[in-house]
């Protein structure tokens, strides 16, 4: 497949404006404005591109959603927090080709009928917050941002705005709290985003490598989009592998890809024998099928499900409880407290794990586990309490075994 997020990265001054352009950078965004911003939105939809930041919602109706309020004032932010960890897939655009993020929140922009942008970055992403101002600042001075875009009646300006470490901002609603200066914690939903969301105007909250594909959708036409890959959600994807394989990295790949040939084909095969996989980050459940195809439905069928694309691979030498205590203590640490089923059910079980860790488990406790992670799945109020026990519930389905050789006898 050719590449179409990545196939600036690599290439020499890659972040500079000049080289972006002379590649047909900023030749998408010409088009675009040349549409009527409904005729964009329809484009985007054609594509079937869902949100590449977890939830996989279609990202032309969460456009579409957001063009159709009545409000004077929106807005569209950019998620470029990237904390779940085994994500590192956003942060090589925002090094390596940050004038690709720009064009597409441009094209958002005026989709959806706004002059003003953000981008939530990462704070401790301190060299591609420095990059990604330098592009702001070309893309100024070429016309690119500012009034008037490319001699059109459209303007647009970006802010940054840097976040505190926090993995609960990933989520969007916290993510929004904490641009307007408070403590970032999820707010219950409805009113979603699209209606009441910065400030309390209608706002479209995007991942970065989801906005990145609209420069080529809009270049080539949705019709052309929806046919790479996996029919149900189709185009790249940009797959984070780490953990016990040979060769780690990002790799951009069509969705529906299995998990054996994104193992054996590009990370060059597993260290020692394959165990078992987390396909979304730590905040997925195990898989133990190579054969899974790689995309939303498929992955979900198998009783995980993809989120950020973030493939943790471990092998048979490692101990899954100590992967479910790991798994755990990030979300207790994580947990912004707002919700007591969360704030307390964390904590709760990484006593339990902590006890099987060192051998002195109780029978009975396997299913409390099984059941707490039930009842924050149905309780809490955001995607962090939800998923905090994917990877121990599936780890005490999966490897019952291991828990049972810790228990107390």
Excluded at 153 to 175: M, R
Excluded at 325 to 338: M, Q, R, V
Aim: hydrophobic share 35%.
């Amino acid at each position: 497949m050719e590449r179409i997020l990545t196939k600036n990265v690599g290439k020499p001054n890659s972040q500079d404006i000049e080289v972006y352009s002379g590649g047909g950078g900023y030749k998408a965004l010409e088009k675009a404005l040349g549409m009527k911003p409904e005729d964009v939105i329809a484009e985007v939809k054609k594509s079937k591109l869902v949100g590449r930041g977890g939830a996989a919602f279609p990202a032309g109706l969460k456009w579409e959603f957001t063009r159709r309020e009545s409000a004077e004032t929106k807005f569209i932010v950019c998620n470029a927090d990237e904390g779940e960890p085994g994500t590192f897939k956003d942060r090589g655009i925002l090094l390596n080709d940050p004038h690709l993020l720009l064009e597409a929140l441009v094209i958002g922009g005026y989709a959806i009928g706004t002059s003003k942008g953000f981008i939530y970055i990462r704070g401790e992403y301190y060299r591609e917050i420095e990059t990604v101002e330098k592009a702001v600042e070309q893309a100024k001075a070429k016309g690119y941002l500012g009034n008037n875009i490319l001699g059109s009646d459209f303007s647009f300006n970006v802010q940054l705005y840097k976040g505190a470490g926090a993995y609960v901002c990933g989520e969007e609603t916290a993510l929004l709290e904490s641009m307007e200066g408070s403590r970032g914690c999820p707010d219950c939903r409805p009113p979603f985003p699209a209606q009441s969301g910065f400030l309390g105007k209608p706002t479209a909250v995007n991942n970065v490598e989801t906005l990145c594909n609209i420069p080529a959708i809009m270049t080539n036409g949705g019709d052309w989009y929806s046919r790479i890959g996996s029919p149900d959600s189709p185009g790249p994807k940009l797959f984070c592998l780490s953990g016990q394989v040979n060769k780690p990295g990002v790799y951009e790949l069509p969705m529906g890809i299995t998990l054996r040939e994104l193992i054996e084909n590009h990370g060059e095969g597993v260290k020692g024998e394959f165990k078992a996989a987390l396909p979304g980050g730590v905040s997925s459940s195990l898989l133990t099928n190579l054969d899974t195809k790689l995309d939303y439905r498929s992955v979900a069928k198998a009783g995980s499900m993809l989120g950020s694309g973030a493939v943790i691979v471990i092998n048979k030498d490692t101990s899954i409880i100590d992967v479910a205590k790991n798994t755990i203590d990030f979300f207790a640490h994580e947990s912004c407290g707002k919700c007591s089923v969360c704030r307390e059910g964390t904590r709760r079980a990484r006593e339990i794990l902590t006890r099987f860790s060192n051998g002195g488990g109780k029978a009975e406790e396997l299913d409390l586990l099984l059941e707490l992670g039930e009842v924050m799945y149905d309780t809490a109020c955001c995607g962090l309490g939800q998923a905090a026990m994917n990877a121990t519930a599936s780890a005490i389905r999966l490897f019952g075994k291991e828990f049972e050789q810790k228990v107390r006898k």
